[in-house]
């Protein structure tokens, strides 16, 4: 009999962007058209054909057995028609199992359909699984002119790689058809499809940040293997490092939860508790639980995904893959190449995304030294300074600066953040406060911040680890509100207190000789007042060595206080001794600077005398 028309389109739209579109679907229909089947009955796990004729073929896919006729099936599908096929035991028919059947049931149901010459329906969601089965069933040309599979193949080609939501949801089909989807070609077709139309997009917009979203929300929907081939295509197509960073990110905060989690230290924390640790996966453990291997895998394949350029990935981002490849037990390599990136742009970070949680683990829980039960993973940032330090190393060989001093910076907030830790060893605190070089820090009032923070916290440290920990700070660096406070500071040593007091008042005397200058600038041009501010110079002068013979006695009551120190063995005695000795530097020095301020007598030095005077001051904020 003749045949209609082959197929019939019924298109809602052609699209690029692929959003707020109806399914493209092809209604097809066979050039034979077979009368023998009434009608077509499904039961639970059985279909079967209503016909005056018998069936004579029980053929199995999956659980659910159809009995059909064989004539119409080996007409199209060279593979039955190949097969010798063995009688049934329980009628006269055939029986048949196909085994791995691309599409299952549901995929073998719509072809029956086709053999009999019903008319079908092609759409994204059964078109792969369709040109997959025809392939396996061997519908080629040989057997009838239009079969299935030059069908499929066409409605694939022209309709679905056309449209880029389409090509979205084909290529999520294609999960479950492996190895045809690869044979056949269909998952290159479709990723070098999206990849052609993000990378085309890209290039031809002038404002990325305004429309790359509509890709990313698309592509993140993708499995990692899916978005592993998009990506790795993308690249070869030469998208910027930064549009690829930004849709691993995008995909990044979708498939791994806990991912924006911000740690900012202890606050908030009692410090009476027994153990100062928490983990993201308290917050979402029934979340991850089932699929922590998947997880897993996730995280390594996206690393293994990150452009090496500095600008494709933010330095932020780095330090949140870290804490959770940690979380998720990703493999030591994994880690250490997250701390290797992160050390090439620390200068990048911030003091807070360096707090990254002391998880625990089963060797932990073993250990109860107070080390192991600190709130911070100090180790992880030590490892990842030796990192920064190796890449500055190569990069001063390149004549490439680093932003050392930023990092100095940057570690002294961390410094103080992790000094509130009541578990915190000093060793710990002291090596990685030591880890940048000297001349790393042009001002050490961040670092004293960070060692007044860790005394306040430690109250019980013996005077050699309080002599000990104040060593990592030059006096001299410190800025002149911090020799102030530091001077009036009773938790530091009495020889850093007088090593401040001697630089407090190296510095008073450099800001005075600065103002000399300035001053005799302003009595040339004022000419009437040049006697008077002849005679605040003196004074000022005056003053200055009243301060340095103010120092001297400082000093030599100093020593004559260490002298009686190492004289004295009995415990109670040295402390008394040591109050006293404090109290007569206190008295010595109030009274001395009482008498210059009345011998003097001028309202011109009421500030350098305030400023000398041991008033308390709060801590250091």
């Given at each position: 009999?003749?045949?209609?028309?082959?197929?019939?389109?019924?298109?809602?739209?052609?699209?690029?962007?692929?959003?707020?579109?109806?399914?493209?679907?092809?209604?097809?229909?066979?050039?034979?058209?077979?009368?023998?089947?009434?009608?077509?009955?499904?039961?639970?796990?059985?279909?079967?054909?209503?016909?005056?004729?018998?069936?004579?073929?029980?053929?199995?896919?999956?659980?659910?057995?159809?009995?059909?006729?064989?004539?119409?099936?080996?007409?199209?599908?060279?593979?039955?028609?190949?097969?010798?096929?063995?009688?049934?035991?329980?009628?006269?028919?055939?029986?048949?199992?196909?085994?791995?059947?691309?599409?299952?049931?549901?995929?073998?149901?719509?072809?029956?359909?086709?053999?009999?010459?019903?008319?079908?329906?092609?759409?994204?969601?059964?078109i792969a699984p369709l040109r997959c089965a025809s392939e396996f069933l061997d519908m080629s040309e040989e057997y009838e002119d239009g079969n299935l599979i030059s069908k499929t193949e066409a409605f694939l080609t022209l309709v679905i790689l056309s449209s880029w939501k389409e090509t979205i949801t084909v290529f999520k089909s294609c999960k479950n058809l492996s190895p045809w989807a690869e044979n056949l070609q269909i998952v290159?077709?479709?990723?070098?499809?999206?990849?052609?139309?993000?990378?085309?997009?890209?290039?031809?917009?002038?404002?990325?940040?305004?429309?790359?979203?509509?890709?990313?929300?698309?592509?993140?929907?993708?499995?990692?293997?899916?978005?592993?081939?998009?990506?790795?295509?993308?690249?070869?197509?030469?998208?910027?490092?930064?549009?690829?960073?930004?849709?691993?990110?995008?995909?990044?905060?979708?498939?791994?939860?806990?991912?924006?989690?911000?740690?900012?230290?202890?606050?908030?924390?009692?410090?009476?508790?027994?153990?100062?640790?928490?983990?993201?996966?308290?917050?979402?453990?029934?979340?991850?639980?089932?699929?922590?291997?998947e997880q897993r895998t996730i995280i390594e394949n996206l690393v293994n995904l990150l452009p090496h350029q500095d600008e494709g990935v933010s330095c932020k981002f780095f330090l949140q893959m870290l804490k959770m490849a940690m979380v998720y037990n990703a493999s030591p390599a994994l880690i250490s190449e997250l701390e290797k990136r992160v050390g090439m742009m620390l200068e990048d970070a911030n003091a807070n995304d360096l707090l990254i949680p002391n998880y625990k683990n089963e060797d932990h829980a073993k250990l109860n030294s107070p080390e192991h039960n600190t709130m911070h993973n100090i180790d992880v940032v030590q490892r990842i300074m030796d990192y920064f330090l190796m890449h500055e190393q190569q990069q001063q060989q390149k004549q490439q600066n680093i932003g050392k001093t930023n990092v100095s910076k940057i570690l002294d907030n961390y410094l103080?953040?992790?000094?509130?830790?009541?578990?915190?060893?000093?060793?710990?605190?002291?090596?990685?406060?030591?880890?940048?070089?000297?001349?790393?820090?042009?001002?050490?009032?961040?670092?004293?911040?960070?060692?007044?923070?860790?005394?306040?916290?430690?109250?019980?440290?013996?005077?050699?680890?309080?002599?000990?920990?104040?060593?990592?700070?030059?006096?001299?660096?410190?800025?002149?509100?911090?020799?102030?406070?530091?001077?009036?500071?009773?938790?530091?040593?009495?020889?850093?207190?007088?090593?401040?007091?001697?630089?407090?008042?190296?510095?008073?005397?450099?800001?005075?000789?600065?103002?000399?200058?300035?001053?005799?600038?302003?009595?040339?041009?004022?000419?009437?007042?040049?006697?008077?501010?002849?005679?605040?110079?003196?004074?000022?002068?005056?003053?200055?060595?009243?301060?340095?013979?103010?120092?001297?006695?400082?000093?030599?009551?100093?020593?004559?206080?260490?002298?009686?120190?190492?004289?004295?063995?009995?415990?109670?005695?040295?402390?008394?001794?040591?109050?006293?000795?404090?109290?007569?530097?206190?008295?010595?020095?109030?009274?001395?600077?009482?008498?210059?301020?009345?011998?003097?007598?001028?309202?011109?030095?009421?500030?350098?005398?305030?400023?000398?005077?041991?008033?308390?001051?709060?801590?250091?904020?």
């Amino acid at each position: 009999m003749s045949s209609p028309p082959a197929a019939q389109l019924q298109s809602s739209g052609s699209d690029s962007e692929g959003s707020g579109q109806a399914c493209e679907q092809s209604i097809v229909i066979p050039n034979r058209f077979i009368t023998i089947a009434d009608s077509f009955e499904k039961k639970e796990h059985s279909w079967f054909v209503t016909s005056q004729i018998p069936t004579d073929l029980s053929i199995q896919v999956q659980d659910v057995t159809f009995t059909v006729h064989k004539y119409p099936l080996m007409s199209k599908c060279g593979y039955i028609a190949r097969l010798e096929l063995q009688p049934s035991i329980s009628n006269l028919g055939y029986d048949l199992k196909l085994e791995n059947f691309p599409g299952g049931s549901e995929t073998f149901e719509i072809i029956l359909k086709f053999c009999y010459g019903l008319p079908i329906a092609f759409n994204p969601n059964n078109i792969a699984p369709l040109r997959c089965a025809s392939e396996f069933l061997d519908m080629s040309e040989e057997y009838e002119d239009g079969n299935l599979i030059s069908k499929t193949e066409a409605f694939l080609t022209l309709v679905i790689l056309s449209s880029w939501k389409e090509t979205i949801t084909v290529f999520k089909s294609c999960k479950n058809l492996s190895p045809w989807a690869e044979n056949l070609q269909i998952v290159r077709r479709c990723c070098d499809s999206i990849a052609w139309k993000a990378a085309r997009e890209n290039s031809t917009t002038e404002d990325i940040a305004d429309r790359q979203g509509w890709w990313f929300d698309d592509v993140a929907t993708l499995g990692i293997d899916h978005f592993m081939r998009i990506i790795t295509t993308i690249k070869v197509k030469g998208t910027k490092p930064e549009i690829i960073g930004k849709c691993i990110m995008h995909y990044a905060k979708k498939w791994l939860p806990g991912m924006d989690v911000e740690l900012e230290g202890l606050r908030g924390y009692g410090y009476g508790k027994h153990e100062l640790q928490f983990s993201i996966l308290s917050a979402g453990k029934e979340e991850v639980s089932v699929g922590q291997k998947e997880q897993r895998t996730i995280i390594e394949n996206l690393v293994n995904l990150l452009p090496h350029q500095d600008e494709g990935v933010s330095c932020k981002f780095f330090l949140q893959m870290l804490k959770m490849a940690m979380v998720y037990n990703a493999s030591p390599a994994l880690i250490s190449e997250l701390e290797k990136r992160v050390g090439m742009m620390l200068e990048d970070a911030n003091a807070n995304d360096l707090l990254i949680p002391n998880y625990k683990n089963e060797d932990h829980a073993k250990l109860n030294s107070p080390e192991h039960n600190t709130m911070h993973n100090i180790d992880v940032v030590q490892r990842i300074m030796d990192y920064f330090l190796m890449h500055e190393q190569q990069q001063q060989q390149k004549q490439q600066n680093i932003g050392k001093t930023n990092v100095s910076k940057i570690l002294d907030n961390y410094l103080a953040e992790v000094a509130r830790d009541p578990n915190l060893s000093i060793t710990k605190f002291q090596v990685l406060a030591e880890s940048l070089p000297e001349n790393a820090r042009t001002c050490h009032d961040g670092l004293y911040r960070a060692i007044d923070t860790y005394l306040k916290s430690h109250p019980s440290l013996s005077e050699h680890d309080r002599r000990r920990l104040c060593k990592l700070m030059n006096c001299e660096k410190l800025s002149l509100d911090a020799c102030t406070h530091a001077a009036q500071n009773d938790r530091l040593p009495l020889r850093t207190v007088v090593q401040v007091l001697f630089s407090e008042q190296v510095k008073m005397r450099t800001a005075m000789e600065e103002k000399e200058p300035a001053l005799q600038c302003d009595n040339s041009e004022q000419g009437d007042t040049q006697p008077s501010t002849s005679i605040e110079i003196k004074n000022l002068r005056e003053e200055l060595e009243n301060v340095k013979t103010r120092m001297a006695e400082l000093q030599k009551d100093y020593s004559e206080l260490q002298r009686e120190y190492e004289k004295l063995s009995n415990k109670h005695k040295i402390v008394s001794s040591w109050s006293l000795g404090w109290r007569k530097i206190k008295n010595s020095f109030h009274s001395k600077a009482d008498a210059a301020e009345t011998g003097n007598g001028r309202q011109t030095f009421n500030s350098t005398s305030r400023r000398t005077s041991f008033r308390r001051r709060p801590s250091l904020p």
